[in-house]
Nanobody, 126 residues
């Protein structure tokens, strides 16, 4: 059974950090680009980052550039999203998704992705 499972979310104060994980099972991530999305309360799903499968190149939405870092460890079949300098507007459910591709499609290309995780909730509040 193909599955992506996110973890690492929680309640954090503004300015804090979190590292989200996206663990794959039932398949290997090697040939998949991995994207991260988030959905704030009452808003649509927003694409925030992507990491390619072939060379680990990354891309980010302007709203998170400089604060978010995505990485991958194919040996662990896991991807990560490091989130620093958290702001209240970063609150939402964070999802990882995979696309069978060498390079990332455009950030936020929802339909480009083949499999999705169930999400992990991040709440930024004092």
């Amino acid at each position: 059974q193909l599955q992506l499972v996110e973890s690492g979310g929680g309640l954090v104060q503004p300015g804090g950090s979190l590292r989200l994980s996206c663990a794959a099972s039932g398949f290997t991530l090697d040939n998949y680009a991995i994207g991260w999305f988030r959905q704030a309360p009452g808003k649509g799903r927003e694409g925030i980052s992507c990491i390619s499968s072939v060379d680990g190149s990354t891309s980010y939405a302007d709203s998170v550039k400089g604060r978010f870092t995505t990485s991958r460890d194919n040996a662990k079949n896991t991807a990560y999203l490091q989130i620093d300098s958290l702001k209240p507007e970063d609150t939402g459910v964070y999802y990882c998704a995979v696309e069978y591709a060498s390079y990332c499609s455009a950030i936020g290309c929802y339909d480009c992705y083949n499999y999705w995780g169930q999400g992990t909730r991040v709440t930024v509040s004092s």
